[in-house]
């Protein structure tokens, strides 16, 4: 039963290669989110799609690539990993359109990227 | 830009005690206020959040927060805390993005430790 899923957990790469982290919601949301939280736990929005819609890009390096195939996916694509991208990624999702209903956001687990 | 700051990054109390996490906001507009749990290796959970219908607010696990405009805080509060409750506390604002749609800014969070 679980709401908002992400795969994997854990994902231990090299620097340079490419990776991808799927998310999934069960909620019937029309909203869905990335998160990146750093090593001091700091928790900035990369990426929020509506009904399979980009509406919100934070100045996100352009080899972070979002895609939602349908509105109860988004998965985030990262080519040429890089050091610093090492972080927890949590997805999230919320009723609404996205647009000033204010509607509560549902967190995944998070996938704790570690790029050697 | 809307923001929040949390005032103590580490706040220990002893079993029993009250629980006070502070949180101050910056809002050019009437804001709409969370707070979110995040226990060790899980995501975030919704504790409580203010949307301007009452200044107090009751969330779950016995957590409330007050908002209060003239000193512009939402300070989290629990009277009696209980080793559960351990866990990093984030306060987050959530603003309108040139485009009218809505994000989460969050604090930089603020991990509670229970002393026995």
């Known amino acids: 039963d679980t709401a908002v899923s992400q795969t994997p957990k854990y994902l231990v790469t090299q620097m340079g290669n490419d990776k991808s982290i799927k998310c999934e919601q069960n909620?019937?949301?029309?909203?869905m989110y990335w998160y990146k939280q750093d090593s001091k736990k700091f928790l900035k929005i990369m990426f929020s799609?509506?009904?399979?819609?980009?509406?919100i890009n934070e100045t996100v390096p352009n080899r972070f690539s979002p895609k939602s195939p349908d509105k109860a996916h988004l998965n985030l694509h990262i080519n040429s990993l890089e050091l610093g991208d090492s972080a927890v990624y949590f997805c999230?999702?919320?009723?609404?359109?996205?647009?000033?209903?204010?509607?509560?956001?549902?967190f995944g687990p998070g996938t704790r990227l570690l790029v050697l | 830009a809307q923001s929040v700051t949390q005032l103590g990054s580490h706040v220990s109390v002893s079993e029993g005690a009250l629980v006070l996490l502070r949180c101050n906001y910056s809002?050019?507009?009437?804001?709409?206020l969370f707070w979110y749990v995040q226990y060790p290796n899980q995501g975030l959970q919704l504790l409580l959040k203010?949307?301007?219908?009452?200044?107090l607010v009751k969330g779950i696990n016995g957590f409330e927060a007050e908002f209060k405009k003239s000193e512009t805080s939402f300070h989290l509060t629990k009277p009696s805390a209980h080793m559960s409750d351990a866990a990093e506390y984030f306060c987050?604002?959530?603003?309108?993005?040139?485009?009218?749609?809505?994000?989460?800014?969050f604090g930089t969070g603020t991990r509670l430790t229970i002393i026995p």
């Open positions: 799609y509506n009904n399979k819609e980009l509406i």
């Open positions: 203010y949307t301007s219908a009452a200044t």
């Open positions: 987050a604002v959530s603003e309108l993005t040139n485009f009218g749609n809505e994000k989460l800014t």
């Open positions: 909620l019937g949301h029309d909203t």
């Open positions: 809002s050019s507009v009437p804001p709409y």
């Open positions: 999230a999702s919320s009723q609404g359109q996205g647009n000033a209903n204010f509607e509560t956001q549902y």
